[in-house]
């Protein structure tokens, strides 16, 4: 099978040479790359055309649109028979083409997505972020568990399509503010074969602090109501949990002031909800550091995607502004 990688990149040149030297690397070889630069100030022109010796790689730069419709343009222009797309911050595992056409020669998929990790040469914080992203405490798994809650919706820091896909689905149709899951859950609805591919994996560098991941999670959380005006039905309860977590901190808050009896029980819920995530974070990267700051990550992820999807849930849900 041949591949074509396809990677939106804006204004980030350092990241798209660390991702292309770890495809240098890959032991299958039947894949090209292309590289779509999305109306970048700071351009990666130079940076990928020294890599025209090791990989078969196009560069292509056009206006900026958003990276959905950056997708569509490479899958445009792309040869193979299998579409797979990456986030320019991800490294790639070398052994990652071989697992999945390994994989779809034994159990064929219409379309596949992969969990992330964390790579040992991230920082702490880093480390912290990607458990607060993979946690059955916070996202349920959802993002590449073989536990997860729910349907399984491939994401596109790490996800793959068909060229009949393509062909029949088309592409993303919205730019932004959720438009792999939009995508996901239209390839579900057409009734292709969607499933996870749990050993194709990809380290996912994610935000570098605290304040850049809030933004980027508060942003998540109205994404999520902007897919529910394209799929209403997709809207589950298991969306509410961050808001109802941020209302949750609220009222803990609130209760210390004015309920002290209230607070009691309040504060006892939140400190086993903290030592689970404690424990288990701990039990995951064998560092008490690195845990203490996934409680950290975590009520960042909740609060900030609760805020998010409670924000837009009000204007566009119940007062009707689009």
Same mark, same amino acid.
């Given at each position: ?16 040479? $660390?991702?292309? $030297? ?42 900026? @649109? ?9 899958? $445009? ?16 595992? $070398? ?71 393509? @062909? ?10 959720? @438009? ?143």
């Amino acid at each position: 099978m041949f591949f074509s990688i396809i990677i939106p990149l804006y204004n980030r040149p350092q990241e798209i040479k $660390e991702l292309l $030297e770890t495809l240098t690397l890959q032991t299958y070889k039947q894949f090209e790359v292309l590289v779509i630069e999305d109306g970048s100030v700071d351009d990666a022109a130079d940076i990928v055309k020294s890599f025209a010796d090791k990989l078969d790689v196009k560069y292509f730069a056009k206006q900026n @649109e958003g990276q959905g419709f950056t997708r569509n343009f490479g899958f $445009e222009r792309a040869k193979g028979d299998y579409f797979v797309v990456f986030d320019s911050d991800c490294l790639i595992p $070398e052994d990652y083409l071989q697992i999945v056409n390994d994989s779809l020669a034994k159990n064929y998929l219409d379309a596949y997505g992969g969990p992330d990790d964390s790579h040992p040469s991230f920082t702490p914080i880093q480390k912290a972020i990607s458990y607060a992203m993979t946690s059955p405490f916070t996202t349920g798994g959802t993002r590449g568990s073989k536990k997860a809650i729910g349907q399984f919706h491939p994401r596109s820091f790490n996800m793959g399509i068909s060229r009949q896909v393509w @062909e029949k689905a088309g592409g993303f149709i919205i730019t932004r503010l959720g @438009e792999d899951i939009e995508y996901s859950i239209r390839i579900h609805s057409l009734g292709f074969k969607i499933g996870l591919i749990p050993e194709a994996k990809v380290y996912h560098k994610r935000r570098t602090n605290f304040v850049k991941f809030y933004k980027q999670l508060h942003f998540f959380g109205r994404a999520r109501i902007n897919v529910y005006k394209f799929f209403p039905k997709g809207l589950k309860l298991v969306h509410f949990f961050p808001a109802a977590f941020t209302l949750f901190v609220i009222f803990t808050v609130i209760s210390n002031i004015f309920l002290w009896p209230i607070a009691q029980l309040c504060n006892f819920t939140a400190a086993v909800y903290v030592l689970l995530i404690f424990f288990h974070a701990w039990s995951k990267n064998k560092s008490a550091k690195i845990a203490f700051l996934s409680i950290i990550a975590s009520f960042t992820l909740l609060i900030a995607y609760g805020l998010g999807f409670m924000q837009d849930f009000g204007k566009r849900v119940i007062l009707k502004i689009s």
